[in-house]
């Protein structure tokens, strides 16, 4: 077995992350299921929960750093939405796209990349496409619209976020860029991130509540949102890189809220279908909690519906 299990020996936990203390609890028959969940697992392993009215926790690694790949798009939103909040961009700003200036040679699906240089588009749809579609050039557009790596860092830490930061193109970050690449943090902190975006602690709270908006509506829904019944309401950001898959999620589930925050590092499976290990890691953690937390919905996933992953 490669992971390594942090053994928890105490009952509560004081969190201060995003200047709030949770005193959560944690569930011991839910740390059992999830250690036994990674048991054979060709990697490392982060894992976060907390379960918001109950206030109970579990957690496999949850305070290491990991690479967040796409995730870190949600604190770039964050400081988009606090620009936006003081003025100095509006949802309707008109930017000008120019290769150059993005200078990002790899296209992919990224609607953006296909742009030709002279068109323009609203903050709003740059935003879209950042979180939606997950559109890498969308997200280095606006990590500089942003106002840089820097002043997301800056904002997070005056936040309580001490370990995640953007890495790519910020000055002072390329040692950490090469070892995690556009980002880094812990699955507690990121996690924790939705729940201040949740509750309308995040910029304000009619910032918020916009933001939150934007993490409900994602392309991106193969594996943990593939374990949630569709008529759930779920706020997310997807991440993945060769040896890395990631997925944070705040449902908001008949019985109360719950957040959670799966990363994985130094993956042995470098696959990209849907069979990668740390994918289907996701999907049977993301299941787990589901069933743990709304063991009576009565909601089972209809056969063959991976051909629409």
């Not at 409900?216 to 706020?235: E, F, H, K, M």
Request: net charge negative; glycine share 8%; with cysteine.
């Amino acid at each position: 077995m490669v992971i390594k299990i942090l053994s928890i020996t105490v009952t509560t936990l004081f969190i201060f992350i995003g200047g709030e203390s949770t005193g959560a609890k944690i569930d011991q028959v839910l740390q059992r299921q999830i250690e036994t969940s990674v048991e054979n697992f060709h990697g490392d392993v982060g894992i976060y929960v907390r379960h918001l009215s109950k206030n109970i926790t579990a957690g496999i690694n949850e305070n290491d750093l990991f690479p967040t790949a796409s995730m870190i798009k949600v604190p770039i939103l964050v400081k988009i939405f606090d620009k936006i909040e003081k003025g100095e961009l509006t949802i309707e700003s008109r930017v000008i796209y120019y290769e150059d200036s993005i200078n990002y040679p790899w296209k992919g699906d990224d609607a953006i990349s296909r742009f030709k240089d002279g068109e323009d588009i609203s903050i709003g749809k740059l935003m879209a496409h950042m979180i939606t579609f997950s559109d890498n050039h969308a997200g280095i557009w606006l990590q500089e619209l942003a106002g840089s790596g820097t002043a997301i860092n800056e904002w997070l830490n005056q936040e309580g976020f001490c370990s995640t930061r953007v890495n790519s193109r910020t000055p002072g970050r390329e040692d950490d860029y090469e070892q995690y690449g556009w980002g880094q943090t812990t699955p507690r902190e990121m996690a924790e991130l939705l729940v201040m975006i949740r509750e309308g602690r995040a910029v304000s709270k009619r910032a918020s509540d916009d933001m939150y908006r934007y993490l409900t509506r994602i392309y991106w829904d193969g594996n943990a949102l593939s374990q949630i019944p569709p008529t759930i309401q779920v706020a997310s950001k997807q991440g993945a890189l060769d040896q890395s898959r990631s997925e944070v999620l705040l449902v908001n589930a008949p019985h109360g809220d719950y957040v959670f925050c799966i990363i994985t590092k130094n993956q042995k499976d470098t696959s990209w279908s849907i069979s990668n290990e740390g994918s289907v890691l996701i999907r049977n953690v993301s299941n787990l909690l589901w069933n743990y937390f709304e063991p009576d919905f009565g909601w089972k996933q209809e056969i063959g519906v991976e051909e629409y992953w």
